[in-house]
């Protein structure tokens, strides 16, 4: 899942980085408001996490020109005294608001019950012949059994699953899994792909996660074909 922070303190963008990196979300960080609305618009994220006050153009600019053209959920981060932006930012069309300084667990908690509202026209769980993935207790099994993944073996299997037969290449699984500064030359990929199969597939005769040569990877049951 896909995240922009939009932030110009540098000690909140990273904290905000790595903690949410950490619960397996793939982060994009912008540090003025018209890098982040270029991002925001030319990108489709989950959620955006957006800050008042930035240089270049502010959270209310930024969220005015959002709107004009995507309804993607906003999470609007304000100093806590002000009451004032947080009713504009929520008249301007933000989903939430949270007051600085906030609680880690607060925010990621007000994040998924955004993504779970904003995702009614996507599954909540997926099956993919004896798999089965819940996507919002970010659970899953095989044959009944819990897969011990990490969050990026989890953010993983969820790209690939969502898009199950279709094949995703190396730089766009990169792209939702990781960040929009992946180095595309590194293996990171190989080696996530490797690890999860021997999770998913390792115990199993019949294999979901495939690699197709020089296109990518595709998670399918082909026991039908």
Do not use: C
């Amino acid at each position: 899942m896909r995240v922009l922070i939009i932030e110009d303190e540098q000690k909140t963008a990273d904290y905000l980085h790595r903690g949410l990196s950490e619960q397996g979300y793939s982060v994009d960080l912008a540090a003025d408001g018209i890098e982040g609305l270029h991002l925001g618009l030319e990108h489709d994220y989950a959620v955006i996490i957006l800050d008042v006050m930035l240089p270049g153009l502010d959270g209310f600019g930024v969220l005015r020109a959002l709107r004009a053209r995507k309804q993607t959920p906003v999470i609007m981060l304000t100093a806590r005294e002000q009451v004032d932006d947080r009713i504009r930012g929520l008249r301007e069309g933000a989903d939430d608001y949270l007051g600085k300084p906030f609680s880690f667990l607060e925010l990621v908690a007000r994040l998924q019950a955004l993504t779970r509202r904003s995702s009614t026209q996507e599954p909540v769980q997926i099956s993919i012949d004896d798999l089965r993935i819940d996507l919002l207790s970010r659970k899953a099994s095989r044959a009944g059994v819990r897969l011990d993944l990490t969050a990026k073996e989890f953010a993983l299997l969820s790209v690939l699953a969502r898009r199950h037969g279709e094949i995703l290449s190396k730089t766009s699984i990169a792209e939702q899994v990781w960040d929009i500064n992946f180095d595309s030359d590194t293996n990171v990929v190989e080696v996530a792909i490797k690890r999860l199969r021997a999770k998913l597939d390792g115990p199993h005769e019949h294999k979901l996660l495939h690699t197709i040569r020089g296109m990518g990877y595709v998670l399918e049951d082909r026991r039908a074909d």
